[in-house]
């Protein structure tokens, strides 16, 4: 599956952004939907994922309550909200697809996208 992620962009601190990640192909349904960042010389960390159908999510301590992860899959589609950004928050953010629930660990992740870069300023 192929993955092309989009939405980044300039916002100030407490702006909300809303990333989107479309994937190629019939089987997007088969795939557990994960989301990951990587900050200026910081290692790639998990975000959120979302289950096959979409009835369950889990998401990094740093994001509950200001980022929601979904998915439509008629639109072979993942989605991720952001409100109450923070600077700490600036980095490359990557949508990607495995088979594997509950995992937080890159390693897991099959495909990927291209990233797309949020900037939160101060």
């Known amino acids: 599956v192929q993955l092309q992620a989009s939405g980044g962009g300039l916002v100030q601190a407490g702006g909300s952004l809303r990333l989107s990640c479309a994937a190629s192909?019939?089987?997007?349904?088969?795939?557990?939907m994960g989301w990951f960042r990587r900050a200026p010389g910081k290692e790639r960390d998990f975000v959120a994922a979302?289950?096959?159908?979409?009835?369950?999510?889990y998401s990094s301590d740093s994001v509950k309550g200001r980022f929601t992860i979904s998915r439509d899959n008629a639109k072979n589609t993942v989605y991720l909200q952001m409100s109450s950004l923070k600077p700490d928050y600036t980095a490359v953010y990557y949508c990607?697809?495995?088979?594997?629930?509950?995992?937080?660990?890159?390693?897991?992740?099959?495909?990927w996208g291209q990233g797309t870069q949020v900037t939160v300023s101060s």
């Open positions: 990607a697809a495995t088979t594997v629930w509950g995992s937080r660990s890159p390693r897991s992740y099959y495909y």
């Open positions: 192909g019939r089987t997007f349904s088969s795939y557990v």
């Open positions: 979302i289950s096959w159908s979409g009835d369950s999510t």
